[in-house]
C-alpha cells in the first residue's frame, strides 16, 4: 500500500467532510500502519480520524501508537472513550501504558477501567522489571480434562478472546495446576465426543513469573511455539506470553546488545533514535566516553615514559596508529563473536578453555598474515629491516592479546553475573592499546637499542 | 528438565538394553532437546536412539540437528528411513537440507523422496537467495470462497498439515488467485452452514516471492501475523511463511549486521562459533584487517609529516591514543544507531538532514563535557595551558568529525544501496584517526607555533 497516496486521499475526504467515503477508507487500513498515517496529519484531524473507527480498531489502532502520541490522544478522549479502549486492549498491552503514562494520565486510565480489569493490572505490574510476569497476558483458553471437545468449543465461544491467545488452548485442574496442552487444529480435527484428557499433550514446557525475559526469547528460540504458558511458584497457571510479545522482546534485547557494544548506555524506554531528544542522546552516550577517555590516557602514560625513544627516532610514532587500529579491531571481532554466542546460548562458560586455544590459533594465523603484508610495506617504503620485525612482532603480539582478551573478559563478565556485552570493542580496544604500546616501546628498545 | 539427568538415564538405558524404558523416556522428550542430547552420547549409540522414535518425532528430531549431525546421520540411515524423514518434515526444511548437503548426499535424498515434492523442492530451489520464495512453505490450507464451515472442517481434516500451518486458513480462486484470509479461531466460532466468503478477511497483507528476507522480517514485525502468503507475480497464492521461520530470519540477520559491524565477513552456513574451523575463522576475519591496516598506515603518514614537531614536543605523542579512541567510540555510538535505526526502518535516508542536526547538536555537548574534564586533568598534570587548550580543541573537532560521519556514511551507503552495516565502527573508526591527528598537528603548530 503506497502511504502517501493513502494520506492526500483522507486529508481530501476530511476537507471535503466526506463522513461516509472516510469511514469506508478507514477500515481498509491496517492497524500497523496508523501511526505513519497519523504522524503526517495535523493534530486536530487526528481525533476525527480515531473517533470514526469501530471500538475493536480504536483500540488496535491504540495499542500500536508511541507513548507520545498515546499520551496526546488520551488527552483529546472522552472518559467514555478511555472506558471503551481499556476494555478492547489486552491486559499487558494496558500494563505497558500505565508503566509509560505520566501519573495524572494513569490516574484517569484508572478510574476508567473495569474493577476486575484494574486488579489483574495491579497483579502484573507487581512482578518484577524483565521478568515472565510483566510480559505475560491473562487472558488464555483454560479446558478442564474432562470436557468434551465440543464443551471446549463452547466454552471458547463464550470466551471471546482475541486469536493468538486461542491458538494453544491449556488444560488446568479445579485449583489451576497446569495439566496439558491441546492445539486448536487437534481440536478441530478430533471427535466431537472425544475427552480433552484424551487428546491433550502432556508434556508442556512452560516458564515460570520470575524467570527473566532472556530465559523467555530463548525457549521461544528453543522450541517453536506460538505461546508459552507462565506459572506461579505453585505450579498454577497464570498467564501466557504470546509470540508476537516475545519478538518485541528479542528485538528489544538486540537494541540493547547493539547499544552496549557501542559503549551507549541502553535507555529504559522505547523511544527510536529520532523521537529521543539531543540531551538524553548526549546523556548516553557521554559516561562511557569519560571512562574511555580517562582510560586511554594511561596509553598516553606508557608512551610519555618511552619519550626519549621518541626523540631518536621520531619514525617510531607513526607506527601506533596501525597498532592501535588492528588490536582494536580484532578485539572488536573476537568480543562481538562471544558476546554473541553467550546471548545464543551457543557458548557457555564451560567452553572457556575450547575458546581460548581456537582464539590463539586463529590469532596466529591472522597476526602472521599482517606481520607478513606488513613487513613487506615497511621494507619498500623505509628500506629498513629492523623496524619491519619490530612492528611485525608487536602486531603478532597485539593480535594475539586482543584476540585472547574479547574471549576471556566477555566470559568472565558471565561467570560473574554482569553482562558479557558491557566488554565489547570500546574497552577491550582500550586495554588493548596500552598493552600493545608497552609491548610495542618494549620491543624496540630491545631490537633497535634505543 | 535437568538435560545431563536426562544424558545419564538414557545412557543407562542403553547400556542395560531396556529398549521399553527407552523408547518411553524417549516419547517424553521435547525434539528441540535432541541436538544436546545426541552431543552427549556415543556416535554408534545415536542410530539406536534414532531408530527408536516414531516416525513424526524422527522426522522433527532430524530438523532440529545441525548440518554435520543431519550429514553423519544420514550416511547411517537405510534408504526406507530416508524415505519417511522427507515424507514427514515440510518442504522448506528440505530444501534447506539440500542446500546445505554434499552432493552425494543431496543425490541420496532427492531419490529417496517422493516424485511429487521433489517437483515442490526444485521449484523452492530456484528462487534467488535470501528471498521470500525460499522461506516458503507449501503446505497451507487453501479454502475456496463458496465453501461451508463444515466443508471448511472436513478439507481441514483431509490436509493432515502440521499445525503452525492452519492458524491461517487462505482463500483463493479457482486459478489460485488470493482473495482473503480466514483465522481458525474465527472458523471455530462461526456457524457451521456460514459460508467462507462470509467471514474471510479480504484486507489480506501478502508478499511477493520475489522479495528480501529482510522485508518478511519487517512485515511479521509490523503487523504481528503468525503467517505471511507469498504470492507470485501473478497473485496466485504459491505458499506461506510461518512465524518460527521469521525468527530465525531475524536471528541470522541479527547475526550477520554484529559480524559486518565488528569487521567480520559474514558466514554463508549457519554454523555456530565452536563449530566453525579455525582456517575460516581466519579467513572471515582477515581481509577487513588487512584493509583497514592498510588504510591506518595513512595515519602513520600524516604523523610523519609532522615529525619536526614531535622531535621539539614528544609530549605531543601522548595525547594521540586518547584523542584517537574518543574519535572512535564517538564514530561508533553514532553509526550504531543510524545502522539500527536504518535496520529497523525507524530511520529512513530522508531523515538524513534531521539526523544530521541532531548528531551536531549532541557532539557539540559530548565534546564540550569531555574538553573540559580533559584540560583539567592536563592543566593539573602538566601546568600547560595552551596544551590543553590544543587538546581540547582536537576533541571537540574530532567528536564532531566521528558523529557526522557515523551519521552521513551508512545513509550514504543505503541510498547507493549497499548494506549500511559496512559503515560501521572500524571503516570510521580509521577515517576519523586520520582526520583527527591531522587536526590535531595542524591546531598545534597554530597555537604552539612548533
Not at 260 to 269: L, N
Request: proline letters at 2%; charged letters at 25%.
Amino acid at each position: 500500500m503506497d502511504l502517501e497516496k493513502v494520506i492526500e486521499n483522507l486529508t481530501n475526504l476530511i476537507k471535503n467532510k466526506q463522513i461516509k467515503e472516510l469511514r469506508e477508507t478507514l477500515k481498509s487500513i491496517n492497524s500497523a500502519d496508523f501511526p505513519s498515517i497519523i504522524e503526517n496529519i495535523d493534530e486536530d484531524k487526528i481525533i476525527m480520524i480515531y473517533r470514526l473507527l469501530s471500538k475493536e480498531k480504536a483500540a488496535e489502532v491504540f495499542v500500536e501508537l508511541n507513548h507520545d502520541d498515546q499520551e496526546k490522544l488520551i488527552n483529546y478522549l472522552t472518559d467514555t472513550e478511555i472506558k471503551n479502549v481499556m476494555n478492547e486492549i489486552y491486559m499487558d498491552d494496558a500494563v505497558d501504558l500505565i508503566e509509560e503514562m505520566p501519573s495524572n494520565v494513569v490516574k484517569r486510565i484508572l478510574t476508567n477501567t473495569k474493577a476486575e480489569n484494574r486488579k489483574i493490572i495491579n497483579e502484573l505490574l507487581k512482578y518484577p522489571d524483565d521478568t515472565a510476569g510483566t510480559l505475560m497476558t491473562t487472558e488464555f483458553i483454560d479446558l478442564k480434562e474432562n470436557m468434551t471437545v465440543d464443551d471446549a468449543f463452547k466454552f471458547i465461544k463464550r470466551k471471546e478472546l482475541k486469536k493468538e491467545t486461542v491458538y494453544n488452548c491449556y488444560v488446568v485442574t479445579s485449583d489451576r495446576k497446569l495439566l496439558g496442552v491441546v492445539d486448536i487444529k487437534d481440536l478441530l480435527i478430533a471427535d466431537r465426543d472425544s475427552f480433552i484428557k484424551d487428546i491433550m499433550d502432556t508434556n508442556v514446557v512452560k516458564i515460570n513469573t520470575l524467570e527473566d525475559q532472556e530465559e523467555v526469547t530463548r525457549m521461544f528460540d528453543k522450541y517453536n511455539y506460538i505461546a508459552l504458558p507462565v506459572v506461579d511458584q505453585e505450579n498454577r497457571l497464570v498467564g501466557i506470553i504470546t509470540i508476537d510479545d516475545a519478538i518485541d522482546v528479542i528485538q528489544e534485547e538486540t537494541l540493547e546488545d547493539f547499544e552496549k557494544m557501542a559503549a551507549i548506555t541502553p535507555d529504559d524506554g522505547e523511544e527510536t533514535y529520532l523521537k529521543t531528544s539531543v540531551f538524553k542522546h548526549a546523556k548516553n552516550r557521554i559516561i562511557w566516553l569519560l571512562i574511555l577517555m580517562i582510560s586511554a590516557a594511561l596509553t598516553g602514560q606508557v608512551i610519555e615514559n618511552f619519550e626519549a625513544a621518541i626523540s631518536t627516532l621520531p619514525l617510531l610514532v607513526a607506527f601506533i596508529p596501525m597498532i592501535m587500529d588492528t588490536g582494536g579491531n580484532c578485539g572488536s571481532q573476537t568480543s562481538t563473536l562471544i558476546i554473541r554466542g553467550l546471548a545464543m546460548n551457543e557458548i557457555t562458560t564451560k567452553d572457556i578453555f575450547k575458546t581460548i586455544w581456537k582464539e590463539l590459533r586463529v590469532s596466529i594465523i591472522v597476526g602472521t598474515v599482517l606481520a607478513i603484508a606488513n613487513s613487506i610495506r615497511i621494507i619498500l617504503q623505509y628500506h629498513d629491516v629492523k623496524i619491519a620485525i619490530v612492528v611485525s612482532v608487536t602486531l603478532i603480539c597485539t593480535v594475539m592479546i586482543a584476540k585472547l582478551l574479547g574471549c576471556i573478559l566477555p566470559m568472565l563478565a558471565r561467570k560473574i553475573k554482569c553482562d558479557p556485552a558491557i566488554m565489547a570493542a570500546p574497552l577491550i580496544t582500550t586495554i588493548v592499546d596500552t598493552l600493545s604500546v608497552l609491548v610495542y616501546f618494549n620491543i624496540s628498545t630491545l631490537i633497535l637499542h634505543i
